[in-house]
Each structure stands twice: as C-alpha cells, then as structure tokens.
C-alpha cells in the first residue's frame, strides 16, 4: 500500500492538498440575530490612523486583545459614545446606538453603558461612598420632604448594597488616593454598577496593578461577571490576561479586526502569523508543500518543506538550507481544521505550537531517523536555555535539522521554543549546550489562514 | 567642577536676589516710626480709602469669577479655532502698562467714551467712581484668574469627565460637580492672587478713577503731597494685607498638595 502510494505523481498530490485547503475559509462573523449580540462595525479616519474595525459576537466577557495603538481603546470609546465614528453601527442586545446610515447616535449620557478607564477616573474630591452615589441615576424630582427622606434612604440602601458587594465595607468615607490600586479597581466597578449598564466596558483594568495582584484580581472580575451577568468588553494587550478571563476574544491589530474566537480558537488556531506573535505562538515558520526525499523510511509522499526566512521574519521563524534533505515538517492531521493556503502562492506559513512538541533525551545512537512510524519528524537541537515560565519550563532549542548525511545543518538565528510541565523537564533535564531529540507531531503544526488581515 | 561647587553657585545666586527682594521691606520696617502708625492710620481718609479697596477688590474678584472661570474651563477644554488668539487677548492686559489700560477704559467708558458717555448724561458716571475703580480693577486683575483656572482645569483628567457623561450628567452638572471641585485649589489661588492684584491696582485707576480714593491712590496722593513719611503707615497696611493674603494662597495649595499626596 505504501509503495503504492510512494509511486503516485507526488507534486500532483501537492497541488490537490494545496487546493483543498484553498476553497475552506472559514468566516470570521459569527452568526446571530441580535439578542445577546454585540455588533460593532466603525470606520473612522484619525489622522494617518484608520479604524475599520467590524464583528459581531455574543454578549458575554469579550476581550479586544491587540498590541498598543491597534485602535482597541478607540473601539471601546466609540462603544461608549466617546468618540462619534464618521461611519458604521454599534448594537448591543438589539439596540441600535449609533448607526451612521440610518442617521442614529444614542448620545453617551442614554446609552447606559458603564465604562472603566485606564486608571478608573474615580473622583478625587469624593469619598468611596460619594463616588458610588454620583452615579445613581437621579430618583424623578417631587416637591416633598417625606418623598425626599424616603429617596434618601433609598440611595444609601443602594450604596451599602453596592459596597458590600464588592468587599468595600468600612472604606465609603476613604477617599480614593488613600486607596489601593485592587481596591480603587473595586470602587470603580461599584461606580459602573450603581448605573446599572447594560454593558460594561473595561479599558486595560490590570494595567495600573501589581503583577502579584493581577491573576487573583482577573479571577475575582471573572467571578463578578458570572455573578451580576452584565456582559463586559475589555481591552488588553496581554495574552494571558485574554486567555484567563476572555468567553469570546476579538483581535484588533493595525484599526482592523484579525481574528474572532473562543480562546481556544485564537491561541490554538491564530489566523495569521501577526495573531500568532500575539498570543505567544513564536515558533512562525514559513514552507511548502512538497514530496520529501525518498531514502526517508517512514517519510509520507507529501510533507511540508521549511523556507529559508525572509529577511524581514522575525528571528524566531525557521530556515532550512537549500539542501533538499533539510527541514521537513509533517502535515496536520485530518482531525484539524481546514487550513486554506495562501491564493495565488505556494508558499504556506504556519506555526509550531509551543506546548506539543516532545522532547527528549537523546540516546546513545546516531542521529535519529526524520520520520517515524507515526508520522512525526524528529530533529535534533542544542538547547541554548531553559528558564522557569510560571508553572512551567521555556526551552529556547536551535534546531539542528539533519538530512541523511552525517553532517546536519543549523538552523541558522532560528530558535524554537518549546514549554514543557515541570514534570516533563526532569525527565529529559539536560544543561545548556546540550543536544535533545525533538519530536514533532502533526498536532504541532498549524497553518495560517491567511499571511495578514 | 564639583557637584557641591555648582551647587552652592546656584545658590548663591538664588540667595543674591532674595536678599535684593527682601532688603527693601526689612529696611523699611526697621525705618518705620512705629509711635506715629496708629496716629495716621485713624485718619478717616486713610479708613475710607483702605474700606474702598477692600470693597471694589472684593466686588471685582466676585465679577472676574462669574466671567473668567468659565472662560478659563473653556480654554482648557474645547478646541475651536482662534482659540490662539482668544489666549493672547487673555495676557494682554497682564503686559500692557497699568497706564495704558486706564487710558483705554477711559477713551470708552469716560465721560466722552461711547459707552461713558449715555450713562454719564444718565447721572452715572462710570468713571471717578466706585464702578469706575471696579472696572480698572476688573481689567487688570482677570488674566490672573483666567490663566490661573485654565491651568487648573487642565490639570483636571479628562477621564473624569467622561466617566460622568456615562453616568447621564449633562455638561452643566458635569462642570459644577466635577470639573470645578477638582479644579477648585488652582481657581481659588487664581482667585485670591486676582483679589491681591486688584487691591494693588494703582496704575489704570489713578487715570479711571482718581476718586474714590483706593488705598495706592491714597498713598500716592500722601507721597507727593506730604512726602514719604505720610505715606509709610499706609504702606504698612497694603503690605499686611498682602503678606496675609499670599499666605493664604500659600496654604490653599499646600492642603490640596497634602490630599493628593495622602
């Protein structure tokens, strides 16, 4: 059977690989009606800057993850009301607030959407409690001191109420620079709260934080959202933070949106070599399809062949010498997704995902063959440093791809990194400088949709 | 050269013109024949004079607050074209020679002016009177308050402003329970040290509005009337008045240095 399929047109079978992934693009918009959706589409020129953001997702924690200046506040702004889009629509559950065709902008003031700057603007000149009551919404007027005393008492109710919720009894006469940076966090959302928003809008509300205080303060968030079920949309340039609280994570990058997803589909499946960087996919390659060499035993009659880099790819992306034995990578499973190539281009760009490559001690043998029965490619490298990562070990590798002849090649600059458990590393425990099997399956490989937004 | 050495240059310097700003008001409290003060301090005219400057100083800073905080919030907030040029109109006055105002409000509001001239023919002057004291006052003294609540406003985090308009406030709450509490350190410095300048004003009221004598007209008209000795109790007066003031603007900012800070 094998040597059958051995003997079939290789390169044929290529391009029939190539153009399957072609016709599979997946959309990016999610579908829906309205209720329990935000839809957001905004153009808007500032300056050089263009903002043409546009999706649509369920209500829920969404976060607009993208590197400072990719136009996520600015989103978050017109959200708001803040900033008057010169075109687009935003609708939240259904209502339209602001849609530049139809000649609708709900001003800010009846939008009812609650919004947490940067540093939380909490009124400097008002205690924790003053804070919280400046943004009740004002009882209907009536000539009466009864009704008066009765509302009174109504409003404070309402804060004691607030303040218990958020863990801020005992703080209501503090003002807030007498306050920490967790605790400001918590007045700011009481505040958002006590509006009673129909969403709320967090803008990089971690920043202003300890690093120590920042995971525990996410969960707390997590658990508020849970609890009071307001839907929330903040923004973030941290990957973890997305990963950690995130039900449906936008991608903004340069004012447009790259991907939408769960926070399995982003970190698992980034759209493109830019969305990859992003969530901490480093390990970009870029390759083609490709029969590999036939002296390889197990080796499959068509693989991924590595490019040398491009001059401007970053440093982490992975070259190959010219030389035809070099620098195989097996094909995904049919258990991924589609993986659409690059129209027009044979020339495919990819990812190795971090945490799916194995590595091991390497033996007392010769350099190990390139692919195995299961269809993976091993390679050796020389690990140039490992570091404790959080709960985890970072391998930086420089992978030494060896062809059948005994002399394999550097991979020249090109560094691989690989995260492995604690547990993991003390198995295979080696010092810098040192060499280790890798083993990468075709789990470990994905393909970008596309090269850019 | 040594950072010790450059230091006690710069030090040296400093110290050189404080003593030169300071030697003045010492000498002239070493020279002052205190015995003679109260004397010439119950002189009615003295009393009158200091109660007018109290009073117009007080009524112009009530009227440059009306006028200039909004003005002061406005240019710190919005953009609009020929702001630029609204500014330099703001610090006019502050370089113009004292002089040269009064003789412009008169060419206006004199007896011959087009405005002075109806409300003269009505049996109002506006000049040589209380107003007419007022008036300089008001022109000299406002570009204090309206930088000084500019400044302050400035420093008020737009993102205040923002949080509250998503609360439902309009900009009219917005400014009065917001901008302007923040900002009140900075305006009521402003505000103070206009109240000090309008008090001082000797310049454009002395051409305004010679009479009601203000307290530096009075001290002019002892000076070269009578001669420097009739003129140092009152010059003891305004610099009390002054040294309290200032004192005051002093503390005002140190209480909202010590808030920020606590």
């Known amino acids: ?453 | 050269m040594g950072r010790n050495a450059g230091r006690s240059i710069l030090a040296i310097l400093g110290v050189l013109l404080l003593l030169y700003l300071v030697s003045p008001v010492g000498y002239f409290l070493f020279q002052l024949p205190w015995r003679a003060v109260p004397g010439q301090l119950a002189d009615p005219t003295a009393i009158s004079a200091l109660v007018t400057s109290l009073l117009t100083a007080t009524v112009s800073i009530v009227v440059i607050a009306v006028f200039g905080v909004p003005l002061g919030y406005i240019l710190a907030r919005r953009t609009f074209t020929g702001r630029g040029i609204l500014t330099l109109l703001v610090y006019l006055p502050l370089v113009f020679p004292p002089v040269v105002s009064g003789i412009l409000l008169l060419l206006l509001y004199g007896p011959y002016g087009p405005i002075g001239g109806p409300f003269t023919n009505a049996g109002f002057e506006l000049d040589s009177s209380f107003t007419g004291v007022v008036l300089s006052q008001i022109f000299v003294a406002s570009p204090f308050v309206i930088i000084a609540a500019r400044s302050a406003f400035e420093a008020v985090d737009p993102a205040l402003e923002q949080v509250a308009i998503t609360f439902g406030k309009d900009s009219w709450e917005i400014f009065w329970r917001v901008n302007l509490p923040v900002a009140r350190a900075g305006v009521i410095a402003g505000l103070l040290l206009g109240w000090l300048r309008a008090l001082g004003e000797f310049g454009a009221t002395v051409v305004m509005a010679y009479h009601p004598y203000t307290l530096p007209v009075y001290i002019f008209v002892q000076l070269s009337g009578t001669g420097v000795d009739a003129a140092l109790p009152l010059a003891l007066l305004t610099l009390a008045v002054s040294f309290v003031g200032v004192s005051f603007v002093l503390w005002t900012q140190h209480i909202s240095n010590r808030r920020k800070v606590a």
């Open chain 1, 1 to 453: 059977m094998k040597s059958v399929m051995r003997e079939t047109n290789d390169t044929t079978k290529a391009l029939a690989l190539e153009a399957q992934y072609r016709d599979e693009v997946a959309p990016t918009i999610l579908a829906g009606d309205g209720e329990n959706m935000l839809s957001v589409n905004l153009h808007h020129q500032l300056g050089a800057f263009q903002l043409a953001i546009n999706f649509q997702v369920p209500l829920g924690l969404i976060v607009l993850l993208g590197s400072s200046g990719a136009g996520k506040s600015l989103t978050l702004r017109s959200i708001a009301g803040l900033l008057h889009a010169q075109q687009g629509h935003v609708v939240v559950n259904g209502q339209v607030l602001f849609d530049s065709a139809a000649g609708i902008h709900v001003p800010t003031q009846l939008r009812h959407i609650g919004y947490v700057p940067q540093h939380y603007a909490l009124f400097p000149h008002l205690t924790v409690a003053e804070n919280i009551l400046f943004a009740l919404p004002p009882s209907p007027a009536r000539i009466s001191w009864q009704y008066w005393r009765k509302q009174r008492a109504v409003r404070r109710t309402r804060v004691a109420e607030l303040l218990s919720i958020l863990e801020l009894e005992g703080l209501e006469r503090r003002y807030p620079v007498t306050l920490s940076g967790g605790q400001q966090q918590r007045v700011a959302l009481a505040r958002a709260l006590a509006a009673e928003p129909r969403l709320l809008l967090l803008d990089e509300p971690f920043n202003a934080l300890d690093a120590a205080v920042r995971e525990r303060l996410r969960d707390t968030l997590k658990q508020f959202h849970r609890r009071f079920a307001i839907p929330i949309v903040l923004v973030t340039h941290d990957h973890a933070e997305a990963q950690q609280l995130a039900d449906t994570i936008v991608v903004v990058q340069h004012g447009q949106v790259a991907q939408v997803g769960s926070v399995n589909d982003i970190f698992y499946a980034p759209r493109t070599p830019d969305v990859a960087q992003l969530v901490g996919q480093h390990n970009v390659f870029t390759a083609q399809f490709a029969p590999p060499p036939n002296q390889q035993k197990f080796a499959p009659p068509v693989a991924l062949r590595l490019q040398p880099p491009v001059p401007s790819s970053s440093q982490s992306s992975i070259a190959s010498s010219q030389n035809n034995e070099h620098g195989w990578l097996p094909l995904p499973g049919a258990d991924l997704p589609p993986i659409p190539s690059i129209v027009g281009s044979k020339v495919i760009s990819g990812c190795i995902r971090t945490d799916e490559i194995v590595v091991r001690r390497r033996g007392a043998g010769s350099v190990p063959p390139m692919w195995t029965a299961q269809g993976s490619v091993q390679w050796v490298g020389v690990l140039q440093e490992a570091q404790l990562y959080g709960h985890m070990v970072r391998l930086l590798i420089h992978p030494y791809v060896p062809g059948l002849s005994s002399d394999g090649l550097f991979i020249a600059e090109s560094v691989l990194e690989v995260y492995l458990s604690r547990g993991q590393w003390r198995d295979v425990e080696v010092a810098s400088g040192q060499q280790l099997v890798l083993e990468i399956p075709s789990k470990a490989i994905h393909l970008f949709e596309r090269l850019a937004i």
